[in-house]
């Protein structure tokens, strides 16, 4: 195979589409823009991002700042562009987003490898292709997909619940218990007082929310959240009633403390094996990142969590991945259609652009599972997990490694200590 097509030439395909035509593939990109717009670009140039200009953190005691360091291992092409692109934001690599999608627009336009072709994708091809079209995929290459997948198997917006790390709660409050005493392993609990319950709800009532976009509020009016389980943002569940919560997600019955029922209960849910971070339960959630930081540290032992991940909703074509993806990221039920980007399920510029380079490599050079140490092992794994059940999207974050033989106690020597063994496993994985 020495001839690949690429559907999108967003921050995926635009990382994947330079890799493979330095390595002498020969590459047709496809790009509906600026034919055809979606409702977030304002160009038609590749690799536009299309809200923030930051990359995030560079630091390695940040996931993404390790996850950097692992794109430039594996010989990332659009991360050295960025930086050749930065703008001063302190130790966040934020870049000149026009010069950003000029450049790399210009060094696709210009490789002799590489043909850039503006048109609208309605079909998957029949010959070997990375489809990365985004949060934002096409309508028709949308019914393409259902058709092939069924419909149950493609969602189109994220219901996002935050996740805490594990030595950031209060281990004097949270007692480990599954609702009667099933799955116990996998649940903590915060139990409420009357008086902390309905602090709680009122935080909720008046929290301040994310300002959606345009579009999105389009989307969102007549989405019918009940329809689409665990999606209603945990502040519409208070809004509906003050006592809606506990009588719902947060009901007390079956985890009884010491023999006694608390007012209500919030769940924490396991978000690895080794228990080093947790999801809380039911709280996907429209407020902005400061409120959720001040909201949900009213929760009993969460006083001090630390924020893994915040939550969202928001706008998002994605794959049930670990339903309809192979172990090497191609379609089961299409075998020579490789998937990256968002649509494969990952979230954030850094993720797409590192599922990019990873089908890439995956495509050409046939590499197995990276070690089980790096953040884009895991993000890996978490695509392709035939365990998986309830799949969100998911981000570089320091949940996903598993936990240090011997973590110092300072936390920031701790992630440090991650990255580096990441890095080190990587390197002696490429070295073999
Ligand atoms: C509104 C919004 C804001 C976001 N803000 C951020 C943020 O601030 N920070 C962050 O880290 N992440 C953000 N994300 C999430 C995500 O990281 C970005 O959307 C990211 O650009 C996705 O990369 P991608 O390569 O998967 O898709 P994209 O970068 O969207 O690229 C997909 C490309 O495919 C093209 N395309 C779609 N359908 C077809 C078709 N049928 N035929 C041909 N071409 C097609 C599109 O025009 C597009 O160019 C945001 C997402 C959305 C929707």
Redesign the pocket.
């Known amino acids: 195979m020495r001839s690949i097509k690429i ?7 635009s990382e994947a589409a330079l890799y493979l035509a330095d390595k002498g593939f020969k590459v047709q990109l ?4 600026p034919e ?3 409702p ?2 304002s160009t038609g140039l ?7 200009n ?3 953190s560079t630091r390695l005691d940040t996931p993404s700042g390790l996850l950097k360091e692992e794109l430039r291992l594996l010989g990332s092409q659009l991360l050295p562009i960025a930086e050749s692109c930065a703008v001063p934001a302190g130790h966040a690599l934020a870049v000149d987003r026009g010069l950003f999608a000029e450049t790399v627009t210009r060094l696709i336009s210009e490789h002799p490898n590489i043909e850039l072709v503006r ?4 079909e998957l091809p029949d010959e070997a292709c990375i489809l ?7 309508d ?2 949308t019914r393409a997909l259902q058709n092939l997948l069924g419909e149950e198997q493609l969602y189109f917006f994220d219901a996002i619940a935050p996740i805490v790390a594990a030595d950031s709660l209060d281990n004097a409050k949270v007692y480990n218990k599954g609702r009667y005493d099933k799955g116990g392993a996998d649940y903590l609990n915060c139990a409420f007082t009357k008086e902390e319950y309905y602090a709680f709800v009122d935080a909720l009532l008046q929290g301040e929310k994310h300002q959606a ?1 345009e579009f ?1 509020s389009e989307f969102f009016r007549g989405v019918d959240f009940n329809y689409y389980e665990n999606c209603t943002p945990v502040e519409e569940l208070a809004r509906r009633g003050i006592d809606t919560l506990r009588h719902g997600v947060m009901r007390p019955m079956g985890l009884e403390r010491d023999g006694k029922k608390p007012f209500a209960v919030l769940q924490l849910r396991a978000e690895n094996r080794d228990r080093t971070a947790f999801n809380l339960v039911g709280c996907q959630t429209m407020l902005r990142q400061p409120e959720q930081q001040r909201i949900f540290r009213l929760i009993p032992g969460l006083e001090n969590a630390e924020f893994l991940r915040y939550g969202s909703i ?3 074509s994605y794959l049930n991945a670990p339903k309809v993806l192979l172990p090497n990221l191609a379609l089961k039920k299409a075998r020579h259609v490789f998937v ?4 494969s399920g990952v ?6 652009i590192a599922t ?1 380079l990873l089908t890439a490599k995956i495509m050409t050079e046939g590499i197995g599972m990276l070690p089980p140490e790096t953040i884009l092992g895991q993000l890996w794994r978490r695509l392709t997990d035939p365990d998986a059940t309830n799949f969100q999207p998911v981000n570089a974050n320091f949940g996903l490694l598993p936990a240090l033989e011997y973590p110092p106690r300072d936390k920031k020597l701790k992630k440090e200590g991650l990255s580096r063994r990441s890095l080190d496993a990587l390197q002696q994985y490429l070295g073999e």
Do not use: D
Not at 30 to 33: A, V
Not at 46 to 52: G, K, N, R
């Open positions: 559907i999108g030439a967003g921050q995926a395909g496809f790009e509906m823009r055809k717009m979606t977030a670009h590749a690799a536009e991002l299309v809200c923030s930051s990359l995030k048109t609208e994708i309605s990365c079209t985004g949060p934002l995929t096409s028709a290459l976009h999105e928001h706008r998002n990256a980007g968002q649509l979230e954030g510029y850094m993720e797409c990019g």
